[in-house]
């Protein structure tokens, strides 16, 4: 008799981050279900009733919620609309994972949760002070997961990206400054580096966060209380936009020179994320440094464009 194979629903599985998760569900022998406005439907809009319907009738064990709204600049000028998306989103799956039952329930959040930082690296017990409407709604997102997993007896994670960047990631998105680079380096443009170039990030390989995510499933599959609420998914270092820039041009063996932009409002200025939490919870520490997740993100993007 053979065993039930397993299944999964990414939300936001047409994007860049959900596109690399349903691939390794998919290898790994699942069966999945994405949910992704992109399909069109009100069953791949995150908030609608017929997609928490869609999402409870599929009976997941695994509900991987990458689906949001995700421009600073989007959600300081229609902050509703980001709201809608990024928490009324997630409680319309929630409430599928609840009402579907047995279902595990990762949510990936947001940086921008902790606003600038006091300290760093930032570690989970940071203080959390949002910038923008957009940190606000992921931070609200946050809480909802917390009261179902403490409330509603759903055994549910947040992970907390850094910079997350590799293969498939669009430019023109926020955060999407390798891309960008990227993009430029490939048809010979100067780098667009916004402000004065001295702002830092934790860059973490999409390879890295998507094994973050999979060791999540394990541990919440074998002991589903027994994980903490909340991990954040850095490497705990920083880089300026500029020495970004300088090893982007490196990887392609080519100088392109810098174009400067304004910088973005609610921008933070300095950010990485301390990752020990993670590494002692789910046995994760990035596989990649960054001048290795960028050859391998350089190699892509000269395969797009050959």
């Excluded at 994405?34 to 809009?45: A, H, K, M, Q, Y």
């Excluded at 689906?67 to 990024?86: F, G, H, Y």
């Excluded at 027994?226 to 300026?240: D, P, Q, R, V, Y």
């Excluded at 304004?262 to 919870?281: M, Y």
Aim: proline share 6%; hydrophobic share 40%.
């Amino acid at each position: 008799m053979t065993s039930r194979q397993r299944r999964a629903i990414v939300t936001g599985g047409k994007g860049f981050i959900g596109s690399h998760l349903v691939d390794r569900l998919e290898t790994e022998g699942w069966r999945v279900l994405v949910i992704d406005n992109r399909l069109g439907e009100p069953e791949n809009d995150v908030t609608s009733v017929a997609a928490q319907r869609a999402a409870a009738a599929f009976r997941p064990d695994l509900l991987v919620h990458a689906a949001a709204q995700t421009k600073v600049l989007s959600s300081i000028l229609d902050p509703a609309r980001d709201a809608e998306s990024n928490v009324i989103g997630t409680i319309r799956m929630l409430e599928a994972a609840r009402e579907a039952g047995s279902t595990r329930f990762i949510f990936l959040s947001s940086a921008a949760v902790y606003g600038n930082p006091v300290r760093l690296p930032v570690g989970e017990d940071h203080p959390r002070g949002p910038l923008c409407p957009y940190g606000l709604s992921k931070l609200a997102a946050m809480t909802y997961v917390d009261h179902y997993r403490v409330h509603r007896n759903l055994p549910a994670v947040t992970l907390i990206p850094a910079n997350v960047y590799g293969p498939r990631q669009e430019t023109g998105t926020d955060g999407a400054v390798v891309s960008s680079f990227m993009s430029s380096v490939i048809r010979g443009d100067p780098l667009p580096v916004e402000g004065d170039g001295g702002q830092t990030r934790d860059f973490v390989y999409i390879g890295d966060l998507v094994e973050a995510v999979w060791l999540a499933w394990l541990r919440l599959d074998a002991d589903p209380t027994g994980l903490e609420s909340c991990l954040n998914i850095g490497t705990g270092l920083e880089t300026s936009i500029s020495d970004l820039a300088a090893l982007v041009e490196e990887v392609a063996g080519r100088k392109t020179g810098r174009v400067e932009r304004p910088a973005r409002p609610g921008d933070i200025r300095r950010s990485c994320l301390a990752g020990e939490l993670a590494r002692r919870s789910l046995g994760w520490s990035p596989r990649l440094d960054l001048r290795a997740g960028l050859e391998l993100t350089f190699n892509w993007w000269s395969h797009l464009s050959a």
